[in-house]
């Protein structure tokens, strides 16, 4: 719960798509930050005596009461201010925005990547509520949850019609509390019935390329050449310390290149990013911040714990965002890693939430950006142009941009890898249906360019060394 004297940095882009497939609520941020925690603006504002507000505050009230007492149908006088409320901000940049009380609570789960449920992502196949796949380490993944099974009831209540709100409201729930799912195997007739005890479920911001037969993950893209892949879809409160797990596994196995792929992820903790961005690089300025009515902020490396020795790539995309472009800016202009893809969104301001009605509700406001260690701008301003300094653009020659076709197999390729354990029928073989409606073309293999171009890289990095030695 937001507490009444707690203001919180942010840098946010959307709510993700994920909010659905999570199954108990809402998933990987796509929320952003608790950064610096700068007291809100205090100062006057400016350009108007005291009268000229007075003034302008009474033509707000008069009209409210104009409309409250005169108008032809009754209006609820909330839903009034609240309209008011989102009239001003609309004057404002999309980021800005007012948080309704029953808002709030998805808000925090967002910012938080917690929430209480089960721990299971799924999905309306075909009118039938089916389960993409459980979360390692859940409650459904203990008991036994598998990809392709049916959910049909939910506490006794056929899952028929219900919509994917409906479903998610209803396997969401506290910590410790029971629900009862009726499910159908994958291939067979019979429903079970399984209770689940809900948790609080931590969605996992730091993948690896694949995963073993444990369904835990492997963090090496290729075994001989020790080259280590990490994916990391959000900036949340764990994945800093995730990512640092990723990387001793990594260090232990002796690593020789990296490809941190950030390609897909939207922004999330301001303060898991400079963490994040800390782990690579020893010594400088990770990023500054500054705003009209906020205090100019900068963040610098420390030495201690730094993961170094190796090339690394930093994969991007257009819809790289906020945070991950703190990180790939960072590291690119230390010269740590080559960063390559697509130039990145170019979200580059900071929004605080500040608390209205003792909790009950909130205003996030943009109050400050922020700058790379170059200088320069990744903000992507309205009326911006190509040849403008916005985003992170890939370093020379390692520009490359996918079309919306390949885009999508990319999305279906990570979807494939993130899945947990395939449905088995009764003589243990996996369930091929899928498999046998794929086209000979939707059979072949997807070729990532952009990873693939990546290893290339620190191939002929690796070649190097061994050439120097």
Excluded at 72 to 89: N, S
Excluded at 139 to 144: E, L, N, S, V
Excluded at 169 to 187: C, D, E, N, S
Excluded at 265 to 287: M, Q, R, T, Y
Aim: aromatic residues 6%; hydrophobic residues 35%.
């Amino acid at each position: 719960m937001l507490r009444q004297t707690r203001t919180v940095s942010l840098m946010w882009l959307s709510v993700s798509v994920l909010l659905v497939i999570a199954a108990s609520g809402l998933s990987p941020e796509h929320g952003d930050a608790e950064a610096a925690r700068p007291e809100p603006p205090r100062s006057e504002p400016p350009h108007f005596e005291e009268d000229d507000y007075y003034e302008l505050y009474k033509v707000l009230v008069d009209t409210v009461d104009q409309v409250e007492r005169n108008y032809v149908e009754d209006v609820d006088r909330r839903e009034l201010i609240e309209a008011a409320i989102e009239g001003v901000l609309k004057k404002l940049d999309p980021h800005s925005n007012y948080i309704a009380p029953e808002e709030i609570e998805e808000f925090e789960t967002t910012v938080e990547n917690e929430f209480g449920g089960i721990g299971v992502r799924v999905s309306m196949d075909r009118g039938l509520l089916t389960v993409m796949s459980p979360l390692v380490g859940t409650p459904a993944y203990r008991a036994g949850l598998l990809a392709g099974d049916r959910i049909v009831e939910i506490d006794g209540e056929s899952t028929d019609g219900l919509r994917m709100d409906d479903v998610v409201g209803r396997l969401k729930g506290k910590p410790l509390t029971k629900v009862k799912l009726g499910i159908v195997h994958a291939g067979e007739d019979e429903k079970i019935d399984v209770t689940i005890i809900r948790e609080r479920i931590h969605v996992a911001t730091v993948l690896g390329h694949h995963r073993e037969d444990d369904d835990m993950w492997s963090y090496l893209l290729d075994d001989d050449r020790r080259f280590g892949y990490v994916r990391v879809t959000a900036f949340s409160r764990e994945t800093a310390q995730d990512l640092r797990d990723a990387l001793d596994v990594l260090k232990k196995g002796d690593v020789r290149g990296l490809v941190l792929d950030l390609r897909f992820n939207p922004g999330g903790l301001l303060e898991c990013a400079i963490k994040v961005s800390d782990l690579f690089v020893s010594e400088g300025k990770i990023v500054s911040t500054e705003g009209r009515n906020s205090p100019a902020r900068e963040w610098k490396a420390t030495e201690a714990d730094t993961y170094d020795g190796f090339p690394m790539v930093v994969l991007v995309n257009r819809y790289s965002a906020s945070a991950a472009e703190i990180v790939s800016a960072c590291l690119q202009d230390h010269g740590r890693a080559v960063v390559m893809g697509e130039r990145t969104w170019g979200k580059g301001s900071i929004q605080n939430v500040i608390e209205l009605e003792n909790g009950r509700s909130a205003l996030k406001l943009t109050t400050a950006s922020y700058v790379r260690p170059s200088g320069k701008n990744i903000h992507r301003f309205p009326g911006a142009k190509k040849t403008d300094d916005w985003g992170v653009t890939p370093d020379d020659g390692y520009t490359l941009r996918l079309d919306n076709r390949e885009m999508g197999q990319l999305i279906d390729d990570q979807y494939e890898r993130d899945i947990v354990r395939p449905h088995r029928n009764k003589n243990g073989v996996a369930d091929d249906e899928a498999e046998r409606s794929k086209t000979p073309k939707e059979r072949e293999s997807f070729v990532d360019r952009q990873l693939q171009m990546a290893v290339d890289y620190l191939s002929e990095e690796l070649t190097q060394v061994e050439k120097e030695r």
